[in-house]
């Protein structure tokens, strides 16, 4: 809602919220859909409150009503981890935990979809638990790849034996890969960076023929579905975040081919017939090949994107588009339509469409702008920019991970001396200064006043540089224009 400009109706919305939400409640929820929606969302909005105008309490970014909410969502789906592998269960019962008689089969996305949010909350919560339990579910599927380095689509959990040995990009595993590219990002991680890269040679090695991808036998290689889903749409996407852009442009036209031949994307599309597949020929108005377009616009200003942006727009008004909403496209070949409008639909595919259109949204910020807020812990550096969008769209400022770390002045200063040896090294004379919580002259309100209200700066203008990201053997990436480029780039 913030991205789509309506302010007062997500203050409205966040107003309701921090009336409170009781999760104590006999239901079984999606271990990855709570994570995803409810949790994704609520730390999105958490971080975005402060921009769309609602009044914050003091230390936050590191407090607040929906921020406590997190984390209380969160901690209803920790019982799922507990488990002999650490990978979670696929589902949870949100007051006792852990039913007895869970299927202990789960998908790999359902294992690997944790890092960009549960790492958000451990950073700003100080709260190690959430990061721990997604780190290690993430190292366990690593661990048990196959020998020709695939990953198949549905784990044993308890056993760690594969169920389901197909192979691929797509459904049961998309966001998989996609939180190991982005949980890099946002970490500043290599390990992570280094797990996605090789899984990404097997993957050409194996599934891609043609700059179309299938899905192969996950030990031996051989092919078990020459198809093409919907959901691997968001691949170009992820391609151009680390900074393979021609390969990224090249299956992206594949897939507009699909999308102009029905005007939408099937569930499947059948890659040798040149065809939808038998009761998988609708279309949910899903975002994924908006998504690629709107990654890939960024890097390239190609208007070939912003071509699928116009036809994306006026198929979905002229097909899909009813009294009350954007209906489910049941079949693309007759375009009859299903009476349901997907959340997604709101949450990700309007919102990549908007941002595609918008070049000078405040998402695309390229850190010359940015706010200044003084939290309990000191100076902290927020909305400049590079935020990480989540698999169900809610961005996340990387900025904020680094304002609640509760280190003494003494660390800061050695931090300091770092940052200020490798400017030197890049020729940048200039000396990094930290404020300290209660400097001399500085009353405990105006510190307050400060955590309130904040300043909007330019970093141009700044005698020295404000942000303050830690110097990592990470720093060889190089993001431009949504790009990643790696030093062997």
């Not at 990855?32 to 949790?39: D, G, K, S």
């Not at 949870?92 to 790999?108: A, I, K, M, Q, Y």
């Amino acid at each position: 809602l913030q991205i789509l400009g309506n302010v007062s109706e997500f203050q409205r919305v966040v107003t309701v919220l921090q009336e409170g939400v009781d999760f104590d409640i006999d239901v079984n929820a999606s271990v990855f859909e709570t994570n995803i929606r409810v949790v994704g969302g609520l730390l999105s909005a958490h971080l975005l409150s402060k921009k769309a105008g609602v009044e914050v309490e003091v230390g936050w970014p590191c407090s607040g009503p929906l921020l406590r909410m997190a984390e209380e969502a969160a901690r209803k789906l920790l019982p799922a981890f507990q488990t002999p592998t650490g990978m979670p269960y696929g589902t949870v019962n949100l007051l006792h935990g852990v039913n007895p008689g869970e299927t202990p089969v789960t998908c790999t996305a359902g294992i690997g979809t944790f890092i960009v949010e549960f790492a958000t909350l451990s950073h700003l919560t100080g709260d190690p638990v959430f990061e721990d339990v997604a780190r290690k579910a993430l190292k366990v599927l690593w661990k048990n790849r196959s020998d020709i380095g695939l990953v198949g689509n549905h784990i044993d959990v308890i056993t760690a034996k594969w169920v389901a040995q197909d192979a691929g990009i797509g459904a049961g595993v998309d966001s998989y890969f996609e939180y190991l590219v982005k949980g890099a990002i946002l970490l500043q991680d290599k390990e992570l960076m280094s797990m996605f890269l090789e899984y990404n040679k097997a993957i050409k090695n194996y599934t891609k023929f043609d700059d179309w991808y299938l899905w192969v036998q996950m030990y031996k290689g051989t092919v078990s579905m020459p198809v093409f889903q919907s959901l691997e749409a968001y691949w170009p996407g992820l391609q151009s975040l680390i900074g393979d852009v021609d390969n990224a442009m090249r299956t992206f036209l594949n897939y507009y081919t699909v999308w102009k031949q029905f005007g939408g994307l099937p569930e499947f599309y059948n890659i040798p017939q040149g065809y939808t597949v038998d009761k998988r020929e609708g279309y949910p108005l899903r975002p994924e090949l908006i998504e690629s377009a709107m990654y890939l616009y960024r890097a390239t200003q190609d208007p070939t994107l912003l071509e699928l942006g116009r036809d994306a727009v006026e198929s979905i008004e002229k097909i899909s588009k009813v009294d009350c909403g954007f209906a489910t496209v049941k079949d693309l070949r007759d375009h009859r339509l299903d009476n349901r409008m997907e959340s997604f639909f709101l949450a990700e595919t309007v919102k990549y469409l908007y941002l595609l259109f918008d070049p000078d949204n405040f998402i695309h910020n390229d850190g010359s702008v940015f706010d200044v807020v003084i939290t309990p812990y000191g100076e902290c550096v927020l909305n400049a920019g590079g935020y990480i969008f989540n698999t169900e769209a809610h961005p996340i400022d990387p900025a904020a991970l680094h304002c609640c770390r509760k280190q003494k002045e003494e660390q800061w200063e050695v931090e300091d001396l770092m940052r200020e040896f490798y400017s030197l090294k890049k020729n940048k004379k200039f000396t990094l200064k930290r404020v300290s919580d209660h400097g001399e002259g500085e009353s405990a309100k105006d510190a307050v006043d400060a955590s309130s209200g904040g300043e909007k700066r330019n970093s141009k203008k700044s005698s020295h540089s404000l942000l303050s990201c830690p110097s990592q053997s990470f720093n060889s990436k190089l993001a431009v224009l949504g790009q990643v480029f790696l030093d062997n780039t």
